[in-house]
């Protein structure tokens, strides 16, 4: 660039010819909205992401969620804060829902909670603390998982246990609480309209919506 422009200047026409104005730029093309019905199954491990192990709660949770209608993109990372930040930042920009497994412990490398809490918008503690408790129905040992839910823009965030049951305890507790979570972080929702439409998952109407 200056190289070119010290070569224009030093031209005899160019010093006589009135200056060029610059071609305004194009505006840069808008971002996509996120489909309504995709999804990112983000896998922390250091294990899956160097090949030792299979990746067998992120294949679960695939499989459910395909079932469920959704468009299903797969990726594992170790357990890095900076790499599964990253993950879930682009993963929130091209899907509706992030769904993580692993890293949720209480272990040195357990950074998932960590990584997520640097990029949610905010939390969404009580869907969180009811995969606990569902999770304390098998075991004690659920009450050590510290996964966080929450959101990012127009998209949901979970982190699930990495053992493919607690994963799916835990992600089942969120199936009947998603279409109406994703519905809502899309845009305006009106609830009773929906309910006068047959809805039967919405949440009890209020009686400024009566």
Request: proline share 9%; charged share 20%; net charge neutral.
């Amino acid at each position: 660039m200056i190289r070119s422009s010290l070569a224009s200047s030093s031209s005899p026409a160019s010093s006589s010819a009135p200056a060029a104005r610059p071609a305004s730029a194009p505006a840069p093309a808008a971002r996509p909205a996120p489909a309504a019905r995709s999804a990112l199954v983000l896998t922390a491990s250091d294990r899956s992401a160097s090949g030792e192990r299979p990746d067998a709660s992120g294949e679960l949770l695939a499989a459910r969620l395909t079932a469920m209608g959704f468009a299903v993109e797969r990726r594992i990372v170790p357990d890095d804060r900076g790499e599964i930040a990253a993950a879930i930042v682009k993963g929130a920009r091209d899907h509706r829902l992030v769904i993580t497994t692993g890293g949720t412990g209480l272990t040195p490398r357990d950074v998932t909670p960590q990584a997520t809490a640097t990029v949610l918008d905010y939390e969404v503690p009580g869907i969180a603390e009811a995969m606990r408790a569902e999770g304390r129905r098998s075991t004690p040992f659920a009450a050590l998982s510290r996964g966080l839910v929450g959101v990012r823009g127009g998209s949901l965030i979970a982190n699930v246990p990495g053992s493919p049951r607690g994963s799916m305890e835990s992600f089942e507790v969120l199936v009947p609480l998603l279409d109406h979570a994703l519905e809502t972080l899309a845009g305006s929702f009106d609830h009773a309209a929906a309910r006068t439409a047959g809805r039967d998952d919405l949440p009890p109407s209020l009686p400024e919506e009566a």
